[in-house]
Structure formats: structure tokens, C-alpha cells
T-cell receptor, first 110, second 115 residues
Framework: QKEVEQNSGPLSVPEGAIASLNCTYSDRGSQSFFWYRQYSGKSPELIMFIYSNGDKEDGRFTAQLNKASQYVSLLIRDSQPSDSATYLCAGGNTGNQFYFGTGTSLTVIP | EPEVTQTPSHQVTQMGQEVILRCVPISNHLYFYWYRQILGQKVEFLVSFYNNEISEKSEIFDDQFSVERPDGSNFTLKIRSTKLEDSAMYFC?????????????FGSGTRLTVV
């Protein structure tokens, strides 16, 4: 069974702080991992993907992957109220489908 | 920026009726998907479609579901006889040849309400 697990939260951080979102996965064959942001009632929007061990930075976002521990994280620096959303972690392998976690709800408090 | 377009945005149907959800994927994409999300739950895979045929499907995608790409641009999901538990947001997604490096682009979704 291929699973992606996320802490559902809610996670609250003050504006300007670092938000840390975590995800674990069960399928060692997973090759790439994706972070999507989903506002209430809207479709998921891709923020970042990562497939190599280590860190990948894009603006205020940093994705981290540790394949030995089967762990993926997303750091959001200088959090803004507009970052308040549900963040979905997804894993993909050579098959076609991605496996999504249940999402972590993030609230950034002004 | 290219978009995946879905219509209608909201569909209400009576239990037992057939519904067709429509999607126009990004034009140069090769892989097409349907996912659904029941309110408050995770995004669940239904089916993937490549080269004019289904490449993978989940347990959810039973005989009541079918997909078609009738004209080279539209990609449809048909539910033959809807049940109350089919009420969900249905997302179409598409991707190019290298989905592992670029992920999916999702459409804005169709909210299906079965009454």
C-alpha cells in the first residue's frame, strides 16, 4: 500500500515566522515529491517538487528530502497571511499516479 | 500561462442519473488524469489516460465510470448512474512526458452534488 502521511494540523504561525510542514511516505520506489497548496474550494496548485536528497530552495520556499528516512518537508520563510491554506504532499514513481497525503492546514496569524 | 479548463464548475444531479464532466487539458500534454476529493478528505486518484487508452485506474473507478478523449482536445469523465457518495470535487489534471520532474497541472474542478 503506497501511502503518504501528513500531520493534518491545524498549524498556526505568526506572520514573518517560519512554517514547517512534514510528510512521510511508505513507498521506497517513489522518485519525486510534490508540494501543492490548496485554498478552500479551489484546486491544488503546484508549489515545488524535489527528487534529490537534500534541500531545494525557491524564493521563500525550501523543500527537503531524506530518502533514507522517507521524509519530505516544506519550509515557508517569512510566512504571510496569504500563505494560509492546506498544503498537500504527493509522491510519484514511474507509474502514472501520484499519491496524496490528507494535507496540513496552515494558518498565518497577522 | 497554459491552463486546464473544466466544465461545468458545479453540477447538481439526481441519484441514478448520468453525468459527464468535461476537461480541456493543456494542448501539448500527453498524460491526463481524473482525481476526486470528497469534502474534507484527501485527493484520490481515479484514472490516468495516455495514448488514447486507460493506463491506470483505482478501485474507485468501477464499471460506473468511463473516460473518453473524443476529439483530441476534450477529455471526459462519465458516471453512468450516480450515487450519493459520488458527491465530490472532481479534478482533471494533465502533464507532459516528464511528470516526475514537473508534476501535474490541475483544472479548477467540478463540484458534483448528487441529491
Amino acid at each position: 500500500q503506497k501511502e503518504v502521511e501528513q500531520n493534518s494540523g491545524p498549524l498556526s504561525v505568526p506572520e514573518g515566522a517560519i512554517a514547517s510542514l512534514n510528510c512521510t511516505y511508505s513507498d521506497r520506489g517513489s522518485q519525486s515529491f510534490f508540494w501543492y497548496r490548496q485554498y478552500s474550494g479551489k484546486s491544488p496548485e503546484l508549489i515545488m517538487f524535489i527528487y534529490s536528497n537534500g534541500d531545494k530552495e525557491d524564493g521563500r520556499f525550501t523543500a527537503q528530502l531524506n530518502k533514507a528516512s522517507q521524509y519530505v518537508s516544506l519550509l515557508i520563510r517569512d510566512s504571510q497571511p496569504s500563505d494560509s491554506a492546506t498544503y498537500l504532499c504527493a509522491g510519484g514513481n514511474t507509474g502514472n499516479q501520484f499519491y496524496f497525503g490528507t494535507g496540513t492546514s496552515l494558518t498565518v496569524i497577522p | 500561462e497554459p491552463e486546464v479548463t473544466q466544465t461545468p464548475s458545479h453540477q447538481v444531479t439526481q441519484m441514478g442519473q448520468e453525468v459527464i464532466l468535461r476537461c480541456v487539458p493543456i494542448s501539448n500534454h500527453l498524460y491526463f488524469y481524473w482525481y476526486r476529493q470528497i469534502l474534507g478528505q484527501k485527493v484520490e486518484f481515479l484514472v490516468s489516460f495516455y495514448n488514447n487508452e486507460i493506463s491506470e485506474k483505482s478501485e474507485i473507478f468501477d464499471d460506473q465510470f468511463s473516460v473518453e478523449r473524443p476529439d483530441g482536445s476534450n477529455f471526459t469523465l462519465k458516471i453512468r448512474s450516480t450515487k450519493l457518495e459520488d458527491s465530490a470535487m472532481y479534478f482533471c489534471a494533465s502533464t507532459g512526458w516528464d511528470h516526475l520532474n514537473y508534476g501535474y497541472t490541475f483544472g479548477s474542478g467540478t463540484r458534483l452534488t448528487v441529491v
